[in-house]
């Protein structure tokens, strides 16, 4: 009976620790949750909702304008005094009137047309903005989950170091026991020792804060890092970056960036025609209907009316606004001109970079296997006797160095990767 309640127990706390067991995060499910949760996204999502409010506030211009106004009154004597025939009669000395009045634009220069496309085109640019955005957080939180890749491989080498630093401490305090080794050189692999200690101070501190920075990245409370970890990939599978070159003339053009130097023109032609219709006539018609009782009983009456509305000295400013208007045209797509050569120039600058990271992750591994060699000769000839302890842990240390610089070779490429699948609108 004991030994079942056992098994149950211990079935039960391995379950426990399975159900409760730390959550790792893949680098698709860190740029997801970013997408998610950033702060910078949901602003974005905002700004989304006003340009939409904006466009549907434009679209009401549509429909008539209706106003409704009320009055009434009371003096202490009458306001009209009449005498006639020498019978003063009196008026006014107290009264109410009340109206509604609604007006129908039929014609307004195109204002209110031109006014809701460039609203809907606020709700595509606000859109195409959002996405920039996107690409930003989903970059810098790639860049971050990478640079958190880095610090645990330098720290797994970290420890391999230690491991070997150990492993010869032991066999020179063993050498000089049997006075085969100088006590000098037990002192400098413990030193050695020592500064690899703060070093891994150094690499503990860095990975708690690229895991606080992965956090808000992510919108995850900056305390959950405690408990945050990721799923170390495999990125040591290196592919050639022709792999994923394109056409940048027609990458650019699925840029949200590129969009919206395209809409930047387009804003500005829609601009000028309003500013036109600032100069056309207008004509809406309307109707009224009101009530008083200045005179005895309650009236109540109707109206309709019509009315055009030509803005005659308006003209005379009005030639050198719509050429001020024209520049502006030029200058929007000037910018737009502009904006696309640097796009081009950004992607050709990019794809250098990520061609150059790829070379450097073949010179770095090339450096991984001379600095294993110069360490293998180094252990030998000290146990011949022909070179000394410094030698052993200077070969130590470049092996080392190199690992880390092979690891930061790697990461360099998959960062410059991103960045150059972004830039090309995938």
């Known amino acids: 009976m004991n030994s079942k309640i056992i098994i149950v127990m211990s079935f039960l706390l391995l379950f426990s620790m399975n159900f409760f067991a730390q ?4 680098l698709d499910e860190c740029k997801k949750m ?30 008539p304008k209706v106003e409704a106004s009320a009055f009434s009154f009371s003096n202490t004597r009458s306001l009209v005094s009449v005498d006639l025939s020498g019978i003063q009669v009196n008026m006014l000395k107290s009264g109410t009137t009340a109206g509604i009045t609604a007006i129908q634009p039929i014609y307004a220069g195109g204002k209110i047309t031109n ?22 957080v989903l970059i810098e939180t790639e860049d971050s989950f990478w640079q958190l890749v880095a610090l645990v491989d330098k720290q797994k080498t970290l420890k391999s170091v230690e491991e070997q630093l150990n492993s010869i401490l032991k066999k020179v305090e063993s050498s000089e026991k049997v006075e085969m080794s100088l006590p000098n050189d037990v002192l400098k692999v413990k030193l050695k020792i020592n ?24 919108g995850l409370p900056l305390d ?35 969009k919206l130097l395209d809409k930047g023109v387009e804003a500005s032609k829609i601009e000028t025609k309003i500013k036109l219709s600032e100069y056309l006539p207008s004509v809406a018609v309307g109707a009224n209907y009101g009530y008083d009782n200045f005179t005895k009983g309650d009236h109540m009456n109707g109206a309709v009316f019509a009315t055009v509305s030509i803005p005659i000295s308006d003209w005379w400013g009005g030639s050198h606004a719509m050429k001020k208007q024209k520049i502006q045209e030029k200058v929007a797509y000037n910018r737009y001109e502009q904006g696309k050569q640097l796009l081009l120039l950004e992607m050709k600058q990019i794809q250098n970079s990520f061609e150059e990271a790829y070379k450097q992750v073949g010179l770095s591994e ?36 190199s690992k880390n610089s092979y690891t930061d070779a790697c990461i360099n490429y998959y960062v410059n990767k991103a960045k150059y699948m972004q830039a090309t609108g995938r």
């Open 23 to 26: 959550k790792k995060y893949s």
């Open 34 to 63: 970013a997408e998610t949760n950033n702060l910078t996204l949901k602003n974005s999502d905002l700004e989304v909702m006003s340009a939409e409010q904006t466009s549907k506030e434009a679209y009401t211009k549509y429909f």
């Open 115 to 136: 006014s809701n496309k460039l609203s809907k085109l606020g709700v595509e640019t606000s859109r195409y903005q959002r996405l920039v955005s996107k690409n930003e």
């Open 195 to 218: 500064e690899l200690d703060a070093e891994k101070s150094k690499i503990n501190n860095g990975i708690a804060l690229s895991k606080m920075n992965l956090c808000q990245q992510m």
């Open 224 to 258: 959950s890092a405690e408990t945050f970890d990721i799923n170390i990939p495999d990125f040591k599978q290196i592919e050639s970056p022709l792999v994923y070159f394109v056409q940048h003339n027609v990458a650019v053009m699925d840029r949200p960036e590129y």
């Open 366 to 401: 090339l450096g991984i296997t001379q600095a294993t060699e110069n360490l293998r000769l180094n252990n030998n000839y000290f146990k011949v006797g022909t070179t000394d302890i410094t030698q052993v842990l200077e070969a130590e240390s470049m092996l080392a160095q």
